[in-house]
């Protein structure tokens, strides 16, 4: 069995006591004019300056506004040869919660597996709380994301920020990383700027909830 | 320098340090970033002396080539699918006047149906023009065989269509090393035409050929696309020198040492193909990759030397030829003897169709695919994932029906498809 130093898939626990896939794969959810496939593409560029290889690529579908959305990214220590979409993803990131009952979200998802919803309400009232059950209740969460960057950007644009929420989330990528994307990506600074708020914002909500839990269970 | 960026801009940034002095171009999905970013560059002045012309059709950008090449400008321009149908015309006088034009084709489906998916039907249709075809795996591939395509074009005096697959490859954000100036510079020499349109030395160039002549002038471009056989590798050669990173030339072999079952593969599901290789690799099956880079000229010797020792060959191919089977497989066919197998040959040359219309490629599929490869439990002609009950489905209506209506419409209702595309 060939033996691979993997720092994330060690660090993020998700190694097996057999073969080592250093590979973390995310999936985002959301529609047409959300930012789904900006989202994917800012999620490489934090893994990219982080020194690693990461591969953001849409599910490309007939391009209108409102129309569900699908991107997908990789993330690995070394190049990512494969091309095929992500069913088993290691994470996923739903931008836009009126999906969650219309479209197969969770399809894949590894037992051990992160979600990260966009909505003000729980899962339990979001109708989730019998799916549940056979994932790792920690790494499940909801963020009001969307109310978030309306706040920094005027906007209901939740991609930037729930990626603040993912770094806090997995520490697949750190907040520094993402905020460094945001910068680069953005050309408008009060856009750059007001998204790097919200992803910071995000960040320590998620961060305080993820204490919370841990309070909880002490 | 290394960056994170979407395929298409990478090779428009590449195009540009490749000095391209006139660009005409129609958009069409999946190759749209490409025209859209060179003519930004050309707008703000970071690409100069350049002309990029808005033309109102591919026949036309194609046409607008031809005359631009003829004049001593290196000419570029990018299309897909219905875009190169388009341009079908002078795709042939291009190729058959023998000007250098250098063009990505961003690999997409032919309608009907309509589809802006990927699969290399829009590339294979037109296999037969006279145009070199290169086939890349990466973005990577992509940035570095642009560099050679114009250097290979100038160099045998054909134009070159570089094929990367649609928003598979041109849409995906990922790591590329893009070429300095400076490096660029030093692999492609400013353009040194063989023919020119110059009214201080006319000639003229679109001569009507007849009987007399016309074998000769066709024999003469058979003969230049297969001194393209050695003069690629030589060029990769170069490129690599320049770049400081191995270029793949002809075709790349991926575990073929001892492998006795060998995939033969073009374009990026070569990436997830290693990938299935590896993981049955571990499993103890003996089995091997051959990436095809040059498609045309189809290199004979080199497949047949990286086929040789192989008991089965599995062509895995993105087109079809509709009342034969595979069009790639054709080819390896050829190479290893046709009806007279070289001695030693493979005894099965398996085609498999896979990832029509942009349906996905995924490495489950080819590792169940390549077991029953490598027991010989694999029909001569396979669809990859073909969704048996949907066909029958609707053969069952033609039988009982006149009117049945379009087939897509039908097929399209029964699977319950109402919005985007493939997840």
């Known amino acids: ?218 | 320098m290394l960056e994170q960026l979407e395929g298409s801009r990478a090779v428009a940034r590449t195009v540009a340090l490749c000095r391209p002095e006139v660009i005409p171009a129609y958009p069409i999905s999946p190759q749209t970033h490409i025209v859209e970013a060179l003519s930004a560059m050309v707008k703000d002045g970071s690409l100069t002396p350049c002309e990029f012309v808005n033309v109102e059709s591919e026949y036309a950008a194609m046409s607008v080539a031809i005359g631009a090449s003829a004049t001593g400008a290196r000419t570029y321009t990018a299309t897909a699918s219905q875009g190169l149908l388009y341009m079908a015309e002078a795709l042939y006088n291009a190729s058959g006047l023998g000007l250098p034009v250098v063009m990505t084709v961003a690999n997409r489906a032919i309608g009907a149906p309509i589809n802006i998916w990927n699969d290399h039907s829009d590339s294979m249709s037109q296999r037969d023009c006279g145009w070199i075809q290169l086939y890349v795996e990466s973005n990577q591939e992509a940035v570095d065989t642009h560099l050679l395509a114009f250097r290979l074009a100038e160099q045998l005096s054909l134009p070159v269509m570089v094929c990367m697959d649609g928003f598979i490859l041109t849409h995906a954000y990922e790591q590329v090393h893009l070429p300095s100036q400076e490096q660029v510079d030093s692999y492609l020499p400013a353009y040194e035409p063989r023919q020119l349109l110059d009214p201080d030395e006319p000639v003229t160039i679109g001569a009507m050929v007849g009987p007399e002549a016309f074998t000769e002038v066709k024999y003469l471009a058979h003969v230049k696309q297969m001194q393209a056989l050695d003069l690629i590798g030589q060029l990769a050669g170069e490129l690599a020198g320049v770049l400081g990173r191995a270029q793949d030339g002809l075709l790349r072999e991926y575990r073929c040492e001892d492998a006795e079952t060998v995939v033969v593969a073009l374009g990026s599901v070569l990436g997830t193909i290693e990938d299935a290789i590896d993981e049955l690799r571990e499993t103890g099956m003996k089995v091997g990759a051959v990436g095809i880079k040059a498609f045309r000229p189809f290199p004979v010797a080199e497949v047949r030397a990286a086929l040789g020792h192989a008991a089965r060959v599995v062509v895995v191919e993105k087109a079809l030829a509709l009342g034969v089977g595979g069009i790639v497989s054709q080819d390896v066919r050829i190479a290893l003897g046709g009806a007279n197998p070289v001695a030693g040959a493979p005894a099965h040359v398996y085609t498999v169709i896979a990832g029509l219309g942009g349906r996905p490629i995924t490495a489950a599929s080819l590792r169940t695919l390549l077991r029953d490869a490598d027991s010989d439990n694999l029909e001569p002609l396979t669809f990859l994932d073909l969704n048996h009950e949907l066909v029958e489905r609707e053969l069952a209506r033609t039988r009982a029906t006149r009117r049945t209506g379009p087939h897509a419409e039908n097929m399209l209702r029964d699977i319950g498809v109402v919005a985007a595309g493939p997840v």
């Open chain 1, 1 to 218: 069995m060939t033996e691979r130093r993997c720092g994330v898939s060690r660090m993020l626990g998700l190694a097996g006591s057999g073969e080592v896939n250093c590979m973390f794969q995310v999936r985002i959810h959301g529609r047409g004019g959300q930012g789904v496939v900006t989202a994917a593409e800012l999620l490489s560029l934090a893994a990219f300056h982080e020194g690693r290889h990461a591969q953001a690529f849409p599910s490309f579908g007939s391009e209108r506004t409102g129309a569900p959305v699908v991107s997908f990214c990789r993330i690995d220590e070394r190049e990512i040869r494969t091309r095929e979409p992500v069913s088993e993803p290691d994470a996923l990131i739903v931008q836009d919660a009126t999906l969650l009952h219309q479209v197969d979200v969770f399809g894949g998802l590894r037992a051990d597996g992160y979600v990260l919803i966009n909505s003000p309400r729980s899962f339990d009232e979001l109708g989730l709380a019998e799916w549940t059950q056979g994932f790792r209740h920690e790494r499940l969460l909801t963020v009001p994301a969307a109310e978030i960057s309306r706040e920094h950007i005027g906007q209901m644009r939740p991609n930037a920020a729930l990626l603040g929420g993912m770094a806090a989330l997995t520490g697949v990528v750190s907040l520094d990383a993402v905020l460094h994307a945001i910068g680069d990506r953005f050309s408008s600074k009060k856009l750059a700027d007001g998204n790097a708020a919200a992803a910071r914002d995000c960040h320590e909500h998620v961060l305080a909830h993820m204490q919370g839990e841990v309070s909880a269970h002490a």
